[in-house]
């Protein structure tokens, strides 16, 4: 069997008293979704993290069968590989972020989402101290990935940023995070190229004007780089991957996925889901056994707090899957971790899971409610490829 794997980001949420006490996916009129729940059978995924709530690369490598934790990387990692960098064993992979220091004040950690610093990534990338290059590109916006490259790295290092993680509002400079040479050079040399770049940066023409000039470099997630094992041999199906962002596409990369482009596809709530869900049955009707469609949209709407934009767009999904009429195969429905729309923010709710073409449960709807009264369970997201839907198909 092949199987269609779609993630709605942020699917699962919180009763919400402005929808009679529903959740968005309660109160959507889902008609596909529903006659899956009720030809196939729910659970409830549980989320993996480590942090304090779970984070969407998390969730993703989860899904895929890769503990986060086993692989104990940091987001630098996937910025510093989305932005394009090649990444090689040894370097240091990093989160950035422009952001707008004042008289050593720390006054915008966004520097105003300035939205093209090409010109500002150009004077910075590929300085070079005490024989370590430092590799800036951008990531969209005022985020950009920077690699350092060079001998004797490593990246036990502090953030420099400290609106994570401590939850400061300010900078500080970086530390070593364990009593090594290479961890001490790795902030010696990092903090000397903070502080160069924001000469550069200070004095550049570009930042003359604006309110909130692109002066100072804010790092996190300090990375090495981590070989995944092989998605296709790991489970001998042949992947691919569709998304609209970036850090999706990069998850997919590094497990090996081959990623299919779509135009229109943006990870917004305007996204082409019609176009990425006939691209995916295009792609599983040809030569791929397992193919990962994800949308973003389901998650930042409810961040933003818009519960009723969530629950509209669920419906969108919901029209577009309809391209899914006469498919045959295993299909999974699930999500990385929930998001509370009054919460604004990524929560630990049940994530409601669906699996069709296995068997069925007989569930009125797809909801969380429901999700909960099926015949799957909770099932571990670690676990879930493996045991509920690859292995089920040999029994
Ligand atoms: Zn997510």
């Not at 995924?45 to 899904?63: D, I």
């Amino acid at each position: 069997m092949k199987t269609l794997f779609i993630v709605l980001d942020g699917l699962g949420d919180e009763e919400i008293p402005a929808l009679n006490d529903q959740t968005p996916l309660d109160a959507a009129q889902t008609p596909n979704l529903d006659e899956w729940a009720k030809e196939g059978r729910l659970g409830v995924a549980l989320p993996v993290f480590y942090g304090a709530l779970p984070t969407s690369e998390e969730g993703h490598f989860a899904l895929f069968g890769y503990d986060p934790k086993e692989y104990n990387f940091a987001r630098g990692l996937l910025t510093a590989s989305g932005a394009g960098i090649d990444l090689e064993e040894g370097d240091v992979a990093l989160r950035g972020n422009f952001a707008t220091l004042e008289d050593g004040e720390l006054i915008d950690r966004r520097a105003g989402r300035i939205k093209d610093p090409s010109d500002l990534i150009e004077e910075i990338n590929g300085i070079e101290i005490d024989g370590v290059e430092f590799v800036v590109k951008s990531a969209k916006e005022h985020r950009v990935g920077i690699a350092l490259k060079g001998d004797d790295l490593s990246s036990a290092i502090s953030d420099s940023d400290l609106h994570y993680g401590e939850g400061g509002k300010g900078y500080k400079e970086v530390e070593p995070e364990k009593d090594t040479k290479k961890s001490k050079r790795t902030a010696d040399v990092l903090n000397k190229f903070l502080d160069k770049s924001h000469q550069i940066l200070q004095d550049h023409s570009r930042n003359e004007d604006r309110e909130f000039p692109a002066n100072y470099i804010l790092t996190r997630g300090a990375s090495s780089l981590v070989n995944f094992p092989d998605f296709e041999e790991k489970y001998d199906k042949k992947a691919a991957a569709i998304t609209g962002k970036t850090l999706y596409k990069q998850i997919a990369k590094l497990v090996g996925m081959d990623h299919l482009d779509v135009e229109g596809a943006n990870g917004l709530p305007t996204t082409n889901l019609k176009g990425k869900f006939e691209k995916a049955r295009e792609a599983i009707l040809s030569d791929y056994d397992f193919v990962f469609v994800h949308v973003k949209a389901t998650d930042s709407l409810a961040e933003d707090g818009n519960f009723f934009g969530k629950k509209d767009f669920i419906e969108k999904i919901d029209q577009a899957l309809s391209v899914f009429d006469e498919y045959q195969e295993t299909l999974v429905v699930t999500s990385d971790h929930s998001t509370c729309s009054i919460k604004g923010s990524h929560c630990q709710e049940d994530i409601p899971l669906l699996v069709w073409g296995q068997g069925g449960d007989d569930r009125s709807r797809f909801t969380e409610k429901q999700s909960e009264k099926g015949s799957l369970g909770k099932v571990d997201q670690r676990n879930l490829l493996e045991n509920y839907i690859f292995n089920s198909e040999d029994k």
